[in-house]
């Protein structure tokens, strides 16, 4: 789903970058015991910000960074080129990956599954191009009132039945503060 400009604007500003940095990456990555090695999908990237958090956090991560809007394709392109072939930038749909199954060992998404037009079929193909005991690793907020975007959000309910239906071998969520949460699923 293509962001709306506002949106667009505040992925360019060193207060999210801060924010992103800060708070974000550190607050999902806690809850995960990801390998220090690994292929790793983002999906919606945004600008970048979390995927450059990510390479210098993760020196041994080999990036697949992907967003549905080209713009922002773009930005992360520029942003994450310093980290060379370690990093790749490309435009993808979360719901209707092309990529091969069993691509990847973590797939990870920040703040992005509200966006994503059908958020059930993404956690599909997410668990598809997972490697057997893959990762994904979600940081989102739930909006069961549908204030934020309108498009997209889901309640804590609709989330957890989605995950019970997925696939995934076993799974745990985390609510954080309201709205956030973080979840940790892994793949059979």
Do not use: C, N
């Not at 997410?126 to 907020?141: Q, S």
């Amino acid at each position: 789903m293509e962001m709306e400009p506002l949106e667009k604007w505040m992925l360019r500003t060193p207060p999210w970058r801060w924010f992103s940095r800060r708070v974000v990456v550190p607050w999902t990555v806690s809850y995960a015991a990801l390998p220090p090695d690994a292929d790793v999908l983002e999906l919606g990237a945004g600008s970048g910000a979390e995927a450059e958090a990510l390479a210098e956090r993760f020196p041994g991560w080999r990036l697949r960074v992907t967003d549905f809007d080209q713009e922002m394709v773009e930005r992360a392109r520029r942003k994450l080129s310093r980290f060379g072939d370690r990093v790749s930038v490309e435009r993808a749909d979360a719901a209707s990956l092309d990529y091969p199954d069993a691509s990847f060992d973590v797939v990870i998404a920040m703040l992005v599954w509200h966006h994503v037009g059908v958020w059930q079929e993404a956690t599909l193909e997410a668990r598809r191009v997972l490697r057997p005991a893959g990762l994904l690793v979600l940081a989102d907020v739930l909006d069961p009132w549908r204030l934020l975007h309108g498009f997209g959000t889901y309640s804590l309910r609709e989330l957890r039945d989605a995950f019970a239906r997925s696939g995934f071998r076993r799974w745990k969520l985390d609510v954080g503060p309201r709205p956030w949460y973080r979840l940790v699923a892994e793949a059979p």
